[in-house]
């Protein structure tokens, strides 16, 4: 199978019914989407195909006929995507593992919606679990996020 | 991949189109009171299905699907903030739409998402859960309620809509609603012929 | 007394000679209790000044966080502990984990181990400390935990940073034949003002590696350039850019993958198996059967994860039977026949309680069950760890909270010396206690011992990490009070019974090992409150029940705390008194407690009147040295209860980054709200019923409230941080719920009884 990740055309050899994640993880070795729950339950492995944020532990890789983009194809030339930059400005992060999947998301609701209310943010993150409880500065980085684009 | 191509812009004209079929005229000949009883039966095993969770948690009223089976204790409403979508889609709401997890297929991971290609919420006026087999049975009958369907077409829609056809192929862990598409299209149809009574 | 009898007991266990020897804390430059564990692994050209310094020529600064990171922040504010001494920015140093090694035991983790409370300063409860304390060195126990790496750190680390720069500045004294008074210190460079003269640290390092100081002077905090402010986390792009920092993301050449089938009933072995479906599967590699003190089952050995998951499910076996009570209603039984028995340790009993219900009055006494239930910890990252057995050398990749024990385990299981395992400790995706556990690693070890020296990355199912936990105990209370003529209690009587976590502990890490005495994680939050009330006993009973319990974020305080404070709270109500004012007037003896009770009720204007439908509730913990008060505001919604807004008041003694501690704050807060709200493990048939995020929730971003925190600084001790938030959610929702509703919920979780939006 021949998927294009992040930009780069790579061929992975797998069961079309094996996950994305882990054809991602084990195969072409791209490892920010991460494992937590395997049933669509907790968003960390979160990722966009064809710009849909979708969860890749459930995503039959044979099933996977648009571009994929992950957290490591976010930043840019080196620059950090306004989302990565507002997650460091805010200090986000705790532990650290779901953020890759609340980054991608929250990069899917501001590619639709420009300047979300709480309600937006609460609309399109309730899928992504956070056990350290950085809901409040993931709040306050989405709205951060928003500035730093329309300021861009 | 297929799902993702359904964009809100074709599931919007689903729901304005449902506004502009053409209503149908009722019954003209009035049933007997044989019919009627037949009728009735045969409207048990229509609502049967159609009250089933498989069907009616997507049938809801107040924007929220839900979840039931065994290992709840309650039937109760999907987690994560999954709603119909403040745009009336069906499909969710801007960064979680309904195909960020429900693919074109059953996931087959135990508790792993259901799928198919048409996966959404039923429009808001179709409301099944939490009503009563009297009240399911009159909006079935009501284009403006329907989806400006005849009778006929709503039989025709159980037998043939892909989505619908999910509730008797909802994948693994989850019980099916009762008997077939088939099998509920001919019990609509039997239904019709004896009038179309509701209990 | 029978803290002190309990005391010389354990000493004994853990040897007299740790006792003798004492522990000079923060002396380890002078007295080098353990060699330097950098010393074995050093790189061409580096220098280390003790286990905390490395300095490389190219003046690479590279600090030593001997601490699980498990969110908390301790490779920032350890790290700066370090920089603030050595001078040098945060954003320039390198921080590692470094290896397993007894020279970075944690004595406060264990310091407070004792029945003791935090606030007891007499001479049998410091000699406790030390004693403890004392056992951790003996142990070399390397942990994270009890929300103590900062109190362990605070003198250690510091000193390590002040003594390198000494050193470094007595080498460029020599090299730039100046005085050493006459120079400062500023970005890894030493400055000579006067002649413009400066050396970079690497250029003076390997002079002054052998300089020790005669003495050494810490900063005043009065000049404290990093501690004290927040701090850019060192850790944060590598977290907001999705870096392979994690135990899964560890990526190795020639790499194997793989899982665990451990059976569902703890303890039991399998009776029947048949393996031929799932070793015919594709992909499949090897199935090995594993028979470990944390249980049996089967390590599948894969060549990606997705094999090894799915030849995990095709595994045919059959399970013995549970030596456990298997189901809720046994368990329940099990725990109330404990209450019932008399086989406690009053691990509080002031005044004479007996006496004090011998003649009470049927409208003065308030009597009250509560009981809570087996929680799972659900870390996001599920257990894994990566081991390679090659040569007679076991590598170990493992988010884990307890290097050393670790390696001690693991090199038996490998049947290698403990000189030949190297633990290499990741970043770890939650911890929560979870991974203070050596399951997941030793599992590991015993996998690659079947894959030819080839690396195994062994990655759990969550339903595996769900369903193999080490479990926040259940447990269950009977309390009574007599209320005085004022409404106040004057006489309090709470036994607790719940099975030991540190029982339960050593079953699966050191069988032969004994636990003395009473294990006081079972009334943790409960017998330690800093309240002055004349008649006051707090028994615990431990219940004999073989689930296995671990430490869940703050422990025996997560349900001691909604124990005490809904109990608390009932009191007030029975007593027609506002609990904040009646908690002031039982706190008065310690004025830190006072003033967080004080400044949490202005922050939440605590007593205005409230629009109808809405309602407050308060407590108060004490835990881990810090004094915690929590108000959470609630309001009624046709969808449910919504948690609209919670005001936290923490005193920690000194607020070393207050940006971290405001996050640990709401982390422990939303981590007890959700259990609180409606987490719990049940059992039917000997195994757990929940399995993943479908049915063993959080607390989720639509669901969380606002939230307001205020650090204080009044107590004069350094308290813990980590878990701090926790114990006071669960009450503080609970009386809130209370305060809406009038229905009093003595049973978690909450939403067994009201539904929350």
Redesign the interface.
Known sequence: MRLTVNGKAIDIDADPEMPLLWALRDIAGILGPKFGCGIAACGACTVHVGGVPVRSCVLPVGDVEDNVLTIDGLAQDGRLHPVQQAWLEEQVAQCGYCQAGQIMTAVALLDEISDPTDEDIDNAMGGNLCRCGTYPRIRAAIKRAASLKAGA | MKALAVTLASAALVVVGAGIAPAQDANPEPPSAADTAKGLQEWERIYAVFSHPRCANCHVEDDHPRWSGPEFATTRVHGFNVQRGLDGSGMGNAGLRCNTCHFETNSSVPHGPPGNEKWQLAPVEMVWFGKSSEQICAQIKDPQRNGGRSLEKVAKHVHEDELVGWGWDPGPGREPAPGSAEETFLAIQRWVAAGAPCP | MGAIATITRRSLLIGAAAIAGGVAVGYFYYRKPFPNPLDDDLAEGNVTFNPYVKIAADNTVTVIVPRA?????VTTTLAALVAEELDVALDAIKVEHGPASYAYYNREMLAEGGPFAFFDDGLIAESGRAAFGAASKFLGLQGTGGSASVRDAFDNMRQAGAAARQMLIAAAATRLDVPAGELRTTDATIVHQPSGKSVTYGEVAVDAQTLAPETLQLKEKAHWRLLGK?Q??T????????????G??V?LPDML?GTVKMSPRFGAKPTKIDLSAAEKM??VVKIVQMDTTYGHGFGIIAQ????A?KAAEAIAVEWGEPDYPADNAAISKALQDALASADGSALRDDGNVDTAFADVAREKLVEADYEVPYLAH?????MNATARLKDGVLDLWSPNQVPTITRQLCAGLAGVGQDNVNVHTT??????GRRGEVDFSMFATLIAKEADGRPVKV?W???EDVRHDVYRPAAAGKFRARLGDDGMPVAVDMAIASPSVMASILRRTFPWLWLPGPDKTIVEGSFDQPYTIPDYRVTAIPAAISIPVGFWRSVGNSYNGFFHECFMDELAAAGKLDPVEMRRKLLAAQPAAVKVVEKVAEMAKWGEALPAGKAKGFAFTLSFGSWVGEIVQIADTPAGIRLEKMWIAADVGTALDP?IIE??L??????GL?AAMGQEVTFADGMV???????Y??????Q?P??EVAILENYHKLGGVGEIGTPPAAPALANAVFALTGKRIRKLPLNKEVSFA
């Open positions: 990171e498990m969110g908390q922040g927040p850019m986390r850790d944060m792009l590598a977290k907001v850019t999705g870096a392979p920092i994690f899964v993301d990526n993958y594709p992909g990606n994860t997705w094999a998951f659900a870390c996001m990252e599920p970043y770890m995706g939650g911890g929560f990655t199912t969550r339903e940006g996050a640990q709401v982390s422990g807060a939303v981590y959700s019923e929940q399995s993943n995020f479908h049915d929730d959080a607390m989720r971003i639509f969380c606002e939230f």
